[in-house]
């Protein structure tokens, strides 16, 4: 079974852009969540989609948001693209909703570096 | 809302040594997972445990609700072990999404 995907790997942008991160979650698992990991904050929750419906949401600015299609895979935008947005995404999907009781699966992340 | 707290932040061990992880959080949580990271970003989930212990090769997870602590062992450390173990616990009690993760402990571990 194909693990998590993430496109694009590495994404360099301006300030003042919008960016467009893609998660395909592993085949069956309907729950994807997404996460924000910079060294000085670590890791930090963004949201988490289940049945193309958002069940969570971190605390983030209203830059980012996020859907998820029938077919489970999802998406995440932010824009106006700050310098502090620049960090490793990371989208984990699992079998069913609520990450916090299920495990998670994880994509090798999209590193964005925001000029 | 859930706080959740890892020492040490770094740990360096000679191949063969036993390691101990911690991580402590402040609310009562359904299920706590172990992460691993490896130098290039991806991880891998380790353990999610809601009680007792969990064992797999030469790692083992225990869960301490009622103290709200939990450890990490790595018997027979190798340098292939060296990595980021995050702990994660979600927010709220009760709480399905939004975990909380603690800040990592790097392990360094020395041939």
């Known amino acids: 079974k194909a693990g998590v995907t993430q496109t694009p790997r590495y994404l360099i942008k301006t300030r003042g852009q919008q960016v467009t991160l893609s998660c395909s979650p592993i085949?069956?698992?309907?729950?994807v969540s997404w996460y924000q990991q910079t060294p000085g904050q670590g890791l930090q929750f963004l949201f988490e989609y289940f049945s193309e419906t958002q069940r969570n949401k971190g605390n983030f600015p209203g830059r980012f948001s996020g859907r998820q299609f029938s077919n489970s895979r999802s998406e995440m935008n932010v824009s106006t693209l700050e310098l502090g947005d620049s960090a490793l995404y990371l989208c984990?999907?699992?079998?069913?909703?609520?990450?916090?009781?299920?495990?998670?699966?994880f994509g090798p992340g999209t590193r964005l570096t925001v000029l | 809302k859930n706080e959740v707290e890892q020492s040490p932040q770094n740990l360096t061990a000679q191949e063969g040594e036993f390691i101990t992880i911690n991580c402590s959080y402040s609310v009562g949580i359904s299920a706590l997972h172990w992460l691993q990271q490896h130098p290039g970003g991806g991880i891998v989930s380790l353990f999610m445990l809601s009680s007792g212990k969990k064992k797999h090769g030469r790692l083992i997870a225990t869960i301490n609700i009622q103290e709200k602590h939990s450890s990490l062992h790595i018997t027979a450390s190798h340098p292939r072990d060296s990595a980021v173990y995050i702990c994660?616990?979600?927010?709220?009690?009760?709480?399905?999404?939004?975990?909380?993760f603690g800040k990592g402990t790097k392990l360094s571990v020395k041939p």
């Open positions: 984990a999907s699992s079998l069913v909703k609520g990450s916090g009781t299920d495990t998670q699966y």
């Open positions: 085949s069956g698992h309907r729950s």
């Open positions: 994660a616990a979600p927010a709220l009690i009760g709480s399905q999404g939004n975990l909380i």
